[in-house]
């Protein structure tokens, strides 16, 4: 089943995507095909697609690796090894797009499947009124891009995974937790991608996500409350988990937020600690606030309200069934002034960030990526498109953003790392808190809402702390917000520093039909938002 990574709370061992067939763990460390071998399988594709009239061909040959760890409590619940391999052809036959994929990595298998994708072509050309119009990508040459890490979380043995996970376990039970899961997920993309531009590119592609769920019951009220993990899936190795503290920011009332590395065992103990405290916590008295928000909280928002809104396929109305279209159409945009936010709000796209989900050295186009302007000073100024689409804007050329999440799936238009920029001046979290009246801290994704122009939304959060004057006073709950995205964006006051900024984001992130699934980052510093109205979500018995 696929599924949308933000909607990824409690989550049901059925509910995890699986691609590909199960495998021995020892598997998933045999070597595969060779960079020379993979050429040319993919040359093969190449000549056959155009000795059948493709004007156009890419190939994508990839091997897709996934290791899930499962544990509650006391016991391993699963261990998932998974493994996927085939090739993708795509063409342009006759001015229309044609796609066909096989798992038979061999000469006639591939030839046959570069066949079908121009018979598939040829055929969709009857219904097809305009040419497929690509932008000119110079071709690369041979390339290849490693996601940058010190440890392949696959090589690391399945035991001192779970060692670690017991480890997070015990230490949430000894401090208070009546129930614990969790989780680690390893993902490792070996993708070749050649096309008839002459680009022929082999990347390798780690993700990384340590998550858990920590529950506290109080017998006497009959109330439970929940912490999930204040981690942040990443594009690194087994690294990420090496706890260092100068990965670490410490945050008002003995929160940390994490960088480039995670305690997940420290931060176990916190969300114990936190769960028993929101128990007893103060139910929010509904109003506006003034709203501090944390990078791991942040990162959801700017997700739905300005990275799925500003892609263009959603903004034209062809990406609909899958969580709506867009309120940010193509008129808002050619006028040059449209407010998407104040003018301290500036949210770039990029696939380029050390460290970060989406960060590749090329997509699944063979275009090289790179960073670009969404908003600047509060105005919205581009989209996110592929090379098919940006002659829609009057740009020459691709943003570098298309993707497909397995060999066997057509690529298209996904979203890239959408974050905010730091603020310019020197400011602490502890130094915005002192500013704020009446406010609320918020830290951590929750439970959300937004309607199918991604417009109006609501949006909560795992911890919130009551400021007055200046001061954290104490742990609020049943807290959530309620705005439109552009009233919200214009209502951005401050931002911390580059000292502050963190990236959060989605491992499961759905689009398309069929259903895809992608990983994005979204980076912010904690940042401020003046006069938002705060509901109080408590179920009154």
Not at 4 to 11: D, T
Not at 290 to 317: A, F, K, M, Q, Y
Not at 478 to 497: G, K
Not at 502 to 510: I, K, V
């Amino acid at each position: 089943m696929q599924m949308s990574g933000f909607g990824l709370g409690a989550m049901m061992l059925s509910e995890v995507p699986v691609i590909g067939n199960p495998v021995a763990e020892e598997q998933l460390l045999n070597p595969w095909l060779d960079s020379t071998t993979k050429k040319k399988l993919a040359e093969i594709a190449l000549n056959a697609a155009r000795d059948k009239g493709a004007t156009y061909t890419d190939v994508r040959i990839g091997r897709y690796l996934q290791q899930y760890l499962f544990t509650r409590e006391k016991q391993v619940q699963n261990i998932v090894n998974g493994e996927s391999y085939g090739i993708g052809v795509r063409v342009i036959a006759n001015g229309t797009w044609g796609f066909s994929a096989t798992s038979d990595v061999t000469p006639d298998g591939i030839a046959k499947c570069a066949a079908t994708a121009v018979a598939i072509a040829k055929a969709n050309s009857k219904f097809q009124k305009e040419p497929v119009v690509l932008a000119v990508q110079k071709g690369v040459g041979d390339q290849v891009w490693k996601t940058p890490l010190t440890k392949n979380a696959f090589e690391i043995p399945v035991r001192e995974k779970i060692d670690l996970l017991m480890n997070v376990n015990g230490a949430a039970m000894d401090n208070g937790a009546n129930f614990v899961t969790s989780n680690l997920f390893f993902i490792n993309e070996q993708k070749y991608f050649a096309s008839t531009d002459g680009s022929f590119i082999d990347q390798d592609v780690h993700r990384i996500w340590p998550t858990f769920t920590v529950t506290v019951t109080d017998k006497a009220s009959g109330k439970f409350k929940t912490r999930d993990a204040i981690s942040s899936p990443m594009g690194m190795g087994y690294e990420y988990l090496d706890a260092l503290a100068s990965e670490k920011i410490a945050g008002p009332n003995g929160l940390v937020g994490y960088r480039n590395a995670y305690d997940m065992v420290e931060d176990a103990i916190m969300a114990a600690k936190q769960a028993k405290e929101k128990v007893t916590a103060k139910s929010v008295i509904p109003g506006k606030y003034d709203l501090v928000l944390d990078p791991n909280h942040l990162g959801l928002t700017i997700h739905e309200s300005v990275g799925h809104p500003t892609e263009l396929d959603r903004v034209l109305g062809y990406e609909a069934n899958y969580a709506g279209t867009s309120f940010a159409t193509l008129d808002k945009w050619k006028t040059k002034n449209f407010n998407y936010g104040s003018k301290l709000v500036n949210i770039v796209a990029d696939k380029t960030q050390a460290h970060t989900l989406g960060a590749v050295g090329y997509d699944d186009e063979g275009v090289p990526c790179k960073e670009w302007d969404i908003i600047k000073d509060g105005i919205l100024v581009n989209y996110q498109a592929i090379r098919d689409q940006v002659q829609i804007l009057g740009e020459k050329e691709s943003h570098g953003c298309c993707y497909a999440d397995d060999w066997s799936s057509v690529q298209f238009q996904r979203m890239p790392n959408i974050s905010l920029k730091p603020g310019s001046e020197k400011r602490s979290v502890l130094d915005m808190i002192k500013g704020v009246e009446k406010g609320i801290y918020i830290v951590g994704r929750g439970s959300y809402s937004i309607d199918q122009q991604r417009y109006n939304f609501q949006f909560g959060g795992q911890v919130f702390y009551e400021i007055k004057n200046g001061e954290i006073t104490g742990m609020l709950e049943d807290v959530a917000y309620q705005s439109n995205t552009q009233e919200f964006w214009n209502s951005c006051v401050q931002l911390c520093d580059k000292d502050d900024y963190r990236t959060f984001g989605s491992f499961f992130d759905g689009k398309g039909q069929p259903a895809q699934i992608s990983a994005v980052s979204h980076g912010s510093s904690t940042t401020r938002f003046n006069g938002v109205n705060v509901i109080n979500t408590g179920r009154k018995i």
